[in-house]
């Protein structure tokens, strides 16, 4: 018996070693867990894993298991990847930019961060809720309001950033405080919040959760977006449509492309890897039907509002769909 014992301990440590050994680990930096981010970036992550480690898995690929990582969002992510922390991150597109040009919470930099994109995968929208009660209509009316403009890190930020210079506010000029919507949304339930703020892909969890309160979105005049647009290319005006959330009429916005990116010494096979899986049957399928927002994620847009060059590997990918990217704003 003992032996039989020392023998199963051996085969279960030596298979343990064995997969710890064979397989790589290909992290992707997400957002919170009340995000649209990080059920995508687990869908795609699940999608990828069962690809690579499949029957038809890239020949030139080692096995690899792909984990999606929360985090504190697209500012965050760019700064995992130049540390090597992950391997990709969903990034807001003006974001991406900021940090290849070293512009904006990036001036820091001493070079332009190397930063490639894979995929644009879908449109992100700023979400302004704020309680009905609290009669908040228009963007100025934030003015002196307990509001949450998310956390150090996040893409939220720096567009609300950009939005309150836009209106010729500052964050002074509101109560902010600084949070993810997963330690906001009681606070909201219980008035010790007027608002939160997302940008995000549609529908949020954090919002749907609001059953018990009246809210409302509010909204970003398409003139001032306009105008920010002009500034900001990779931001333009959109719209969360009607029906999104429930009993909230369509709201005009601000939207920006959320972009996978990796590091530019990501091996131009696995890049190529990676693009290809992400469009395959398999990984698309199960990205299209776990997730609302899942289902604006095709191949036809794959390349829309890209504001980073293509790693190789991708531009191989895309170049031999007779794809081409515009690398105008």
Known sequence: ?????VFLFCLIFGTSVFFTQSLSLFRIGTGGLQ???YPIGKLIAQGLTARFLGVDKPDTIPGTLFIAQTSGGSVANIYSLLSKETEAGLIQADVAYWAYSSEGPFEGLTQPAPVRAIASLYAEKMQIVVRKDAQIRSFEQLKGRMISLDEAGSGTLTVMRILLDAHRLSETDLKPVYLKPEFTVDRFIKNELQGFCLMAGIPVPAIERLSSVDYLLVPIDKI??????QQHPYLFSGNIPSGIYEGIEQTPTIEVYALLVVHQDLPEEVAYALT???WSNGVLSLVNTG???GASITLDT?????SIPLHPGALRFYSEQGMVLDQGP
């Open 1 to 5: 018996m003992k032996t039989i014992i």
């Open 35 to 37: 995000g649209v981010y």
């Open 224 to 229: 001032v977006a306009d105008r920010i647009h």
């Open 276 to 278: 290809e899986s992400l």
């Open 291 to 293: 997730h609302a927002q």
């Open 302 to 306: 794959a390349l829309d509002g890209v």
